[in-house]
């Protein structure tokens, strides 16, 4: 039997920017790191069990699916998750958390406060009032410590509370990555090469292990130059099976295979998940639930 202790506090103000602890304690655990890439169809939905057994939901597509793929991932009786990281209010991304918030007690949120005018994030806001999970506004240089896994978050570089986007949210996207031991991950929401080129030209260290496709595979991100930065051995592209936008792009693919990056797909491999013991990973796919 699992039990689990956690908080997330604000510890400090460094230069205005929040670093964030996550503490917990468990019992009955391997060591490893989990990451798991879910086939939510077309949009995302990536669940993060640390070592410590910490649970983080990165977006959460856009429907109840997301909830099957978490009942698999965790015990009957837990309904707590540690962190929910929304990257952006795209209906693809938040549509998924409006259920998860129905059957979860989320203890904290990170997400940008940019505004939107959908349904969707008005049922978002709804949410956001009644929840009593602690919110955090992400920007450029917060830190999340869980025990031996910390997340830095990258972007967005400066606060967007309160800012209207009317057409797209995408290049407000959230991009973290996560660190544990020598093993490295790097999440892009639905950012376009307009973002790809921002972080390069602050030279921003995006090196990393596992890369996650920044807007499904669209041609409007993951360019050569940004994948010549972050070297991934593997990049996970979450889209859905005969979408009708054509992701992933067949010149997204010619890059990664140009870099000789191992591609996994959850429209053709499923649900991906990609286990770690800070020193090596290794990555395993179903079709089914895990």
Known sequence: MRVKRT????????????????????????????????????????????????????DGGSGKKVLEKLAWNLPFWDRTLDLVILTHPEKDHLGGLIWVFNRYKVANILWTGVLRETKVFEEWQEKLEKEGARKVIARAGQKIKAENVQIFILYPLESLEGKFFEASSNDTSVISQVFFGENSFLF????????????????????????????????????????????????????????????????VLRNLEEFAIKVLRTDQDGNIKIVSNGNKFYERHSISNF
């Open 7 to 58: 908080a997330l506090f604000l510890s400090l103000f460094l230069l205005g920017l929040a670093n964030l602890y996550l503490w917990g304690a468990v019992f009955n655990l391997d060591g490893n790191l989990r990451v798991s890439f879910f086939d939510v169809g077309q949009g995302d939905a990536i669940f993060i069990e640390t070592p410590k057994g910490h649970q983080i939901l990165i």
């Open 188 to 251: 892009t929401g639905d950012i376009t090469t307009k973002i790809e080129k921002e972080l390069l030209e602050k030279e921003v260290d995006l090196s990393s292990d596992v890369l996650k496709v920044a807007h499904h595979g669209s041609k409007t991100s993951t360019s050569e130059e940004f994948l010549e930065k972050v070297t991934p051995e593997i990049a996970v592209i979450s889209c859905g099976k005969n979408n009708p936008y054509g992701h992933p792009h067949q010149q």
